[in-house]
């Protein structure tokens, strides 16, 4: 941190060192000035770096925040690292958390950008499943029928789905 701060008193738009400084910032777990750091080195021809290393800084803090149950701040650190790259790990943890909190307006909706970014993912018919409960307990029958029919194939999933379908068509 001191040598590339030494860097930047005599050049300070050296977006380089603002970045590596970001990054020992990051290392030293002071969030703060890794993210002012980072969004230096961004206005100093390393943006795309820079976005890169703030969207992997917050989805650690995420995964650490929900694997100790600080699900609101896993919510925050997920969503902030989204905001700087779309990720389907940083939805997924978005959308876990905010289940967590019982927030699951904000799960669905975390959980529907997932299935945008990463359709394919091994995870993608758990959130499909997932989707469908919470808005047959909601009674959005049409959107858990939506979900359900996506899951036909499923070999996990797939006679529920087909059971559930069955009880919301009566």
Known sequence: I????????????????????????AQAENLAKAEETYLAAAANGQEKAAKKQLAKMFLKEAQKALKNKENAAAYEFATKSNGYITSGNALYLAGRAAQNLGQSAKANEAFEQFLVVSPNDSKADDIRYTLAVSYQNEKNTSKAIEYYKQILSSPKWGETAKAQIAALGK
């Not at 040598?3 to 050049?11: G, M, V």
């Open 2 to 25: 001191a040598a590339y701060n030494e860097i930047l008193k005599t050049n300070p738009s050296n977006g380089i060192a603002q970045l590596r400084l970001g990054m020992a910032y």
